[in-house]
């Protein structure tokens, strides 16, 4: 199993554009996590989807920020316009939910700067 | 508010030592807890579970847990420098989604 994949690794790009991040979960995983990890506030989960739903983004920052999941093996972190603040470590992880039993798997990070 | 709470370290061990990690948490409805290592500029990499009170072990590894006191640890024994990484706390209430994590505890292995 190739994994959580995400692209870009890296990202840099300047104030006011728009960064689109992408995430392909382990295949048969129903529940998929997008994460932010700063020095200072460790990690923070953004938005979870469970079966291609958004079930919880009370974590989305700002109206800034969006994501979507049209099928079962991809998502997207969309940050609109970015700002200096947005720069972090953004994780996609999955995971197969059953009871008691959830156990998140983490994709490489893609690492955001915004000048 | 569901806290972590881990000694952000570094905490440093010879060679060879046991190195004993520490978190607490305030949320009485946990139920899960997990161990992630971190190394730097890498993701999180799960490396423990335990669901039940008492001690589980996976070779170097023993996870230990008390809900009674809110406790969680890990044990690595016989520590090398491979092991010398951010290690994260996490915990998942009972039919939740959502982990809450630690900010972690640096380990560093002194050869």
């Known amino acids: 199993d190739a994994g959580v994949i995400q692209s870009p690794r890296h990202e840099v790009t300047e104030m006011g554009q728009e960064v689109t991040l992408r995430c392909k979960p382990i295949?048969?995983?129903?529940?998929l996590f997008w994460y932010r990890q700063t020095m200072m506030r460790g990690l923070e989960l953004l938005i979870y989807f469970n079966n291609n739903v958004p079930i919880d983004d009370s974590g989305m920052p700002e109206d800034r920020f969006s994501a979507k999941m049209p099928n079962a093996s991809f998502s997207t972190l969309k940050i609109q316009p970015s700002e200096p603040r947005d720069s972090a470590v953004y994780f996609c992880?999955?995971?197969?939910?059953?009871?008691?039993?959830?156990?998140?798997?983490f994709g490489p990070g893609t690492r955001l700067t915004v000048l | 508010q569901k806290e972590v709470e881990q000694n952000s370290g570094p905490l440093s061990v010879p060679e060879g030592a046991i190195a004993s990690l520490n978190c607490t948490y305030s949320d009485r409805g946990s139920q899960s807890f997990f161990w992630y290592r971190q190394y730097s500029g890498k993701s999180p990499e799960l490396i423990m579970s335990i669901y039940s009170n008492g001690d589980k072990e996976d070779g170097r590894f023993t996870a230990q847990l008390n809900k009674a006191s809110q406790y969680v640890s890990l044990l690595i024994r016989d520590s090398q420098p491979s092991d010398s990484a951010t290690y994260l706390c996490a915990y998942l209430e009972a039919g939740s989604y959502q982990l809450t994590f630690g900010k972690g505890t640096k380990l560093s292995v002194i050869p």
């Open positions: 992880a999955s995971s197969f939910r059953a009871p008691s039993t959830d156990t998140q798997y």
């Open positions: 295949s048969g995983h129903n529940s």
